[in-house]
C-alpha cells in the first residue's frame, strides 16, 4: 500500500484523470453524456439504470450501454447484482423476440452494446428489497476479455422517461 499523497500531488491526480477523458474521448459523446459513472478502462459503461418491478410482475430491469474501446469483440458474459438473487441477460434476436442470452451478448470491437427498452436489458429477480427512485443498484458485469466492471446504475421511477434517451419533443410527462 502506498502512502497518502501529500496534497501537493493532487495536481498530479488531477492530470492523470485529465489523460484518462482524453480516452475516453474516443467514446461519442453521446454515449459518454450518461448519468452511470463511466468506468476506465477497455470497456466503458454509459447510462446504467433499473426500473423498479411493475406489480403483478416482480422482476426489476437493468439498462445500460457497453462500449468496447478495444479493436478485439469482447463478449457480456453473465452479470451480477446486488439487488436480487437472479440476474438473467435478455436480448433480442434477429425474429425481433427477447431471449435469454445463454451464451452472452457480442461488443464489436470499437461497437456498442445497448440494452434499452425494447432492445433488451438484465432482468433482476428475487429482489432482496424495494426499489425506490433514487437508489442505485450495484451492478457487476463480466466480460470474456476486459473481466469484471463493476457498474452502479441509478433507480428511476417506473414510469419516467429513459435517462440519456432524447425526451419526445413537448413531452414533459
Ligand atoms: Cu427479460
Redesign the pocket.
Known sequence: MRLPWPAVAAGVAVAALGAAGLIRGAVPQSLASGSGAPSAGPIVVTNAYVRPPVPPND?A?AYFTVYNTTSRPDRLLDVLTGAGATA?L?TTNSKGN?I?APNGALIPAHGTLVLSTGK????IGQLFGTLKPGQTVDLQLDFQRAGTVDVVANVIAVGAPAPGAAAPSGAHS
Do not use: I, Q, S, Y
Request: net charge neutral.
Open positions: 422482476t430491469a438473467v435478455h427477447m435469454a433488451g436489458h438484465v432482468m
